[in-house]
């Protein structure tokens, strides 16, 4: 039986290992680092070897302490690694907020598949891999002929772990135009870009990549047969314990340096990527609607880092005197790019509870507009670091006009990624979901009804 597992979690903003229980998906120990870009050469890289350091000498202490009887991975999306002959990188993990890309962008958008295909927008710098590829293929002439796999970034840290490869099909699934979501296959663009006979198997995100290399079982005391399993982008892990366990229809929001929005079972929309919607594919490889904005980032941005709790009156300051945070802090992400952001009212300054106040209604409603543009229906769950932001969750359920459930746990996409080991699984215990109820409801429509108008008179 197995018990205890260890989730490698590597989002955008921090490295984590969270070790759960198998059976009530509670975490029991979360440690965390900073996941830091390097500068390169040859372009800005994320921190691997580090990443790797911190996550063996976690395995070790949590297995000393606890015991570990499996592992699985989650991961952000928009990466790809490149493996040599040896299973070595053959060049460093691209960071997908580097600009490079974009300079061969002219060239990549003739080749590329039309969102239609692959339900995947046009982003910027590397956000969609087959830029990315694309573009380092460009400036690395060799690159190509030193690559024998791509790999998708969870089965990059199972590689390191088994020995084995393999891609999973959330993170083919997440804008990476490299990937048919209706068909189920690859599109077109693999052709193009030649790496058909290069890419690892897919795999689904349940299935166990292999056990342990010997060396990894040396270096952390783990059990030399300890099963690591394929892996999943992260805002499918968060997504994955309500597809098996709620009836549609429902949305989920995955929170983090990303907001992603998912709808299942939902009214019926027209994508628009011009609004940053997509379809990203479920761990049972379904197509899910979804859009998404930087909202973590946002938050950091627009608070300056600094976060007092506010108190009942910064709320009603905010809620009456008209102080307003405009979209897009981050102008090339979400349902806003390109309006001119700004603050409508006085605005309040950093540090104070107003302007923490302030900036959560803001994100809240950006996350209604996201909602909205997918075809929302029914219920809302929130994953993350918001699902502890009660006036979030409160202008959240105003806004969409919907029952919202704040999630619990610190990390959002722990529970997924370890019930790839548990599998099938009975209805979440009701102690996991906490329903928000708006108190100052009024208040909120009022503000929101303004917030919408004054955001349009500013296009």
């Given at each position: 039986?197995?018990?205890?597992?260890?989730?490698?979690?590597?989002?955008?903003?921090?490295?984590?290992?969270?070790?759960?229980?198998?059976?009530?998906?509670?975490?029991?120990?979360?440690?965390?680092?900073?996941?830091?870009?390097?500068?390169?050469?040859?372009?800005?890289?994320?921190?691997?070897?580090?990443?790797?350091?911190?996550?063996?000498?976690?395995?070790?202490?949590?297995?000393?302490?606890?015991?570990?009887?499996?592992?699985?991975?989650?991961?952000?999306?928009?990466?790809?690694?490149?493996?040599?002959?040896?299973?070595?990188?053959?060049?460093?993990?691209?960071?997908?907020?580097?600009?490079?890309?974009?300079?061969?962008?002219?060239?990549?958008?003739?080749?590329?598949?039309?969102?239609?295909?692959?339900?995947?927008?046009?982003?910027?710098?590397?956000?969609?891999?087959?830029?990315?590829?694309?573009?380092?293929?460009?400036?690395?002439?060799?690159?190509?002929?030193?690559?024998?796999?791509?790999?998708?970034?969870?089965?990059?840290?199972?590689?390191?772990?088994?020995?084995?490869?393999?891609?999973?099909?959330?993170?083919?699934?997440?804008?990476?135009?490299?990937?048919?979501?209706?068909?189920?296959?690859?599109?077109?663009?693999?052709?193009?870009?030649?790496?058909?006979?290069?890419?690892?198997?897919?795999?689904?995100?349940?299935?166990?990549?292999?056990?342990?290399?010997?060396?990894?079982?040396?270096?952390?005391?783990?059990?030399?047969?300890?099963?690591?399993?394929?892996?999943?982008?992260?805002?499918?892990?968060?997504?994955?314990?309500?597809?098996?366990?709620?009836?549609?229809?429902?949305?989920?929001?995955?929170?983090?340096?990303?907001v992603i929005a998912m709808s299942i079972g939902g009214n019926s929309v027209q994508l628009d990527p011009n609004l940053d919607t997509l379809i990203n594919v479920t761990a049972l490889g379904d197509p899910a609607p979804s859009a998404r904005f930087m909202g973590g980032r946002e938050h950091d941005l627009a608070t300056g880092g600094t976060c007092p709790e506010p108190t009942p009156q910064d709320v009603r300051d905010v809620l009456t005197k008209g102080i307003m945070l405009m979209p897009a802090v981050v102008e090339d992400t979400g349902p806003f790019q390109g309006y001119p952001s700004g603050w409508e009212g006085p605005e309040p300054n950093v540090g104070t509870g107003t302007r923490v106040a302030a900036v959560a209604v803001y994100l809240a409603l950006v996350t209604a507009e996201c909602l909205s543009n997918i075809g929302h229906k029914d219920t809302i769950v929130v994953e993350g670091p918001f699902a502890n932001n009660q006036l979030y969750l409160k202008m959240l359920a105003v806004a969409a006009a919907s029952k919202v459930y704040g999630a619990a746990g610190s990390t959002g996409t722990s529970a997924g990624a370890a019930m790839l080991v548990r599998g099938k699984t009975d209805v979440l215990a009701d102690e996991t979901l906490s329903l928000i109820n708006s108190d100052i409801g009024e208040s909120l429509e009022t503000y929101a009804s303004h917030w919408r108008q004054t955001v349009q008179n500013r296009r």
């Open positions: 039986m197995t018990h205890h597992v260890a989730v490698i979690d590597i989002g955008k903003t921090n490295a984590k290992l969270v070790l759960v229980d198998r059976e009530s998906l509670t975490e029991i120990v979360v440690i965390t680092r900073p996941n830091t870009v390097l500068p390169g050469p040859p372009w800005p890289h994320f921190d691997v070897e580090g990443h790797w350091a911190f996550l063996l000498e976690g395995l070790r202490d949590f297995h000393a302490a606890h015991g570990i009887d499996a592992i699985s991975i989650t991961t952000h999306g928009a990466c790809a690694a490149l493996l040599n002959s040896r299973g070595d990188l053959a060049a460093p993990i691209l960071d997908y907020e580097f600009a490079g890309p974009d300079e061969s962008a002219d060239d990549y958008n003739a080749i590329r598949p039309p969102f239609s295909e692959t339900g995947s927008p046009r982003l910027a710098g590397g956000l969609n891999i087959g830029a990315q590829l694309f573009w380092q293929f460009q400036v690395d002439p060799d690159l190509k002929a030193k690559t024998d796999q791509i790999v998708t970034y969870p089965q990059f840290w199972g590689a390191k772990l088994t020995g084995n490869t393999a891609m999973d099909v959330t993170s083919l699934g997440c804008h990476t135009d490299l990937w048919n979501p209706h068909k189920g296959d690859f599109s077109l663009l693999v052709d193009k870009l030649g790496i058909s006979d290069k890419l690892s198997p897919v795999r689904k995100p349940s299935e166990v990549l292999g056990p342990i290399l010997p060396t990894i079982a040396e270096q952390t005391g783990l059990p030399p047969g300890t099963p690591v399993y394929c892996g999943i982008h992260d805002s499918n892990a968060s997504l994955l314990p309500y597809v098996l366990s709620q009836t549609p229809p429902f949305s989920v929001v995955s929170t983090g340096t990303w």
